[in-house]
């Protein structure tokens, strides 16, 4: 019995040495291949370009909902509409979404708005400095890049007029729909087959 | 002579390639103005003619690349311009493995032309080494060969939102395809680069103008993610991410970023567009649940299908895709009475881990009316839901993951409708 185990066992890890690869004719794979280059610090700064809920990332700079007025003017109503309504189904609504309610699983057509949906105002400059506008992205300052995000978050009561939006009030705004995200609870704790 | 008509058919075949790429050529043309190119799919050309006795006349000569039969003209449902889609048709696939020129397609800022010996993969944040490789760079790692889908999390939206009986399978479930992909694993790059225990996310981001951003589990990269440069025996199609795309088996589509360029370590999620204003998923009450990678087990009959016809009772296939982002699929259960009994169908191809696989089960006919279903289980237990299952605990208005059972009905003459309601 004891033995049939034993060769049961050898067996099954012969096996596994088969699936094994066989292409490195006995040298272990090495922790490291040392293939590839190391970046400079000019490199790595150069494409580094994300922001984060705390506010790292983000540039010098600022701006007022003010001059955020002037550049949505030029540069965003002709898709997102004069007033942030968009233009469906390619140029999302911007402001204007039903404050205070979060039912949102009861209707598509509830529109989700920076002020009711958003859970970071950071994620608001990220996007618009990658992004927009649409057939130019990467074209707006940073100082333009906080006075579009000042404008928006005006438009929907989260910004006073006249205040001065940079990397430090940006991320201190608090979105009302921020406690409202879950994160993935579909298995639940134990996983299994539970439709949620 | 041999020259002249040697240059004559290249000179044929470069016209034909180009009438063939129609849209998607233009639109790639730096200059041209992607707004103005007609989304609508180019008519199949007029009825090819064969000849009486195709064993009487020599055939046509060989040619540098193939061309699909005249007789067959598969084509996606392109949408959107700069944003857009373009769907698969899933009717009119066979086997399991999506052409590439048909694999779904889903654009944010339009489909880059990037020259692979400029394009690079940076490795930095919470790393020991930031490195930084070329796509050759890439192709010097141990390679690994697997076969898995990608299905956009919105897929069968308007089919939940909107159904209507006059919805193809593309129209319902389009944008999920089957691809064989080459790559390296993510785990030997991060290995390579030395990611910190502290780095619990990694943002993977895009080299195409929307530099498209998602947040993902550093478990992921060391469990199955792969860096990949091939598809279905040769380099990746511009719209799938050429020269190289993150490829996250079993997560949403969106997460699978294409034309990687930037691979960032950090300790928290980045909290991008991408993942906060879209990719989350209202649920009843007031919760919007975010971070729902992986694609829940779903199936579809796509043949007999809208706008097939059964020309009669007897003897029908019943034919269809089940997948599940959570690993195998384990069977997948037939009903032809609208759920009321269900028969196991035939798993006709290999039960590959969070990959397409082609069901099939053959029906006698009756000739009365019938509602047609399939229902997919997998390995970890989870049944595809029906419609109502589904509404119950996410609600009307949420806004992805959409794997109801789906079901056809055939009316006594024979037509076949979508039905959404299961």
């Known amino acids: 019995m004891r033995r049939a185990l034993v060769i049961a066992m050898t067996l099954a890890v012969a096996a596994c040495r088969a699936e094994a690869r066989d292409d490195y004719l006995g040298d272990k794979e090495p922790q490291r291949f040392g293939i590839g280059h190391t970046p400079t610090p000019a490199e790595v700064a150069a494409l580094d370009i994300d922001v984060s809920p705390n506010g790292a990332g983000l540039p010098a700079g600022s701006g007022t909902p003010e001059q955020g007025a002037t550049i949505y003017a030029a540069k965003c109503a002709s898709c997102h509409g004069k007033n942030g309504e968009g233009m469906a189904p390619a140029y ?53 890049t906080y006075a579009l995000s000042a404008y928006l978050l005006n438009r929907e009561g989260l910004l006073p007029a006249g205040a001065t939006l940079d990397a430090r009030s940006l991320p201190a705004i608090q979105m009302p729909a921020r406690s409202h995200f879950v994160p993935d609870d579909r298995r639940g704790s134990t996983g299994g087959p539970k439709v949620r | 002579m041999a020259e002249t008509t040697s240059s004559i058919s290249r000179r044929k075949l470069i016209t034909g390639a180009a009438v063939a790429a129609g849209g998607v050529l233009l639109t ?97 944040g919470l790393v020991d080494r930031p490195v930084e490789f070329s796509v050759d760079d890439l192709k010097r790692f141990p390679a690994v060969t697997r076969v898995h889908f990608v299905e956009c999390s919105g897929n069968g939206r308007a089919a939940y939102r909107t159904p209507k009986p006059e919805m193809t399978p593309q129209q319902v479930d389009g944008m999920t395809s089957n691809s064989e992909w080459t790559g390296v ?38 469990d199955d993610a792969l860096v990949v440069w091939g598809q279905n025996g040769e380099p990746l199609r511009p719209e799938q991410g050429f020269p190289i795309r993150l490829l996250l088996p079993g997560y949403e589509g969106n997460a699978n970023v294409k034309w990687l360029r930037r691979i960032k370590l950090g300790a928290e999620p980045f909290m991008t567009r991408w993942e906060t204003s879209k990719y989350t998923d209202p649920l009843p009450g007031d919760k919007i649940r975010m971070f729902s990678f992986e694609m829940d087990a779903k199936s579809i009959i796509t043949s007999p299908a809208y706008p097939e016809r059964l020309t009669g009772p007897g003897w029908w296939p019943i034919r269809g895709l089940a997948w599940s982002g959570r690993g195998r699929i384990t069977r997948v259960d037939v009903s032809t009475d609208g759920g009321k009994t269900w028969l196991a169908a035939e798993l006709l191809t290999a039960l590959t881990n969070k990959a397409h696989v082609r069901f099939e089960h053959m029906w006698q006919w009756n000739g009365n009316e019938s509602l047609i279903m399939s229902r997919a289980t997998d390995d970890q237990g989870y049944v595809q839901p029906t419609m109502a299952q589904l509404k119950a605990v996410r609600g009307p208005g949420t806004d992805y993951h959409f794997n109801s059972i789906r079901a056809w009905r055939v009316a006594r003459d024979g037509v076949v409708t979508f039905e959404a309601n299961t």
Do not use: C
């Open chain 2, 185 to 222: 694993p993510l785990a030997t790059l991060f290995r390579e680069a030395g990611v910190q225990t502290a780095a619990k996310w990694f943002l993977a981001e895009g080299g195409d103008a929307s530099l498209l951003d998602r947040s993902i589990p550093v478990s992921k990269g060391h």
């Open chain 2, 28 to 124: 790639n043309l730096p200059g041209a103005d992607a707004q103005q190119v007609t989304k609508v799919p180019a008519p199949p050309p007029a009825s090819p003619v064969a000849p009486d006795d195709p064993t009487k006349v020599p055939g046509a000569p060989t040619t540098a690349v193939g061309e699909r039969s005249p007789f067959v003209h598969p084509q996606r449902a392109p949408v959107g311009e700069i944003t857009g889609t373009s769907l698969t048709p899933l009717q009119d696939l066979t086997g399991t493995i999506t052409p590439s020129d048909l694999h779904f397609t889903r654009i944010h800022a339009g489909i880059p032309t990037i020259d692979p010996t400029k394009h690079k993969l940076l490795i930095h």
């Open chain 1, 92 to 144: 999302p609504q911007l402001v204007g979404g039903p404050k205070g309610v979060f039912n949102f699983a009861s209707d598509y057509k509830i529109p989700r708005t920076i002020g009711n949906y958003w859970p970071y105002s950071t994620t608001l400059f990220d996007y618009i400095r990658r992004a927009m506008p649409l057939t130019a992205p990467g074209s707006l300052t940073a100082d333009q």
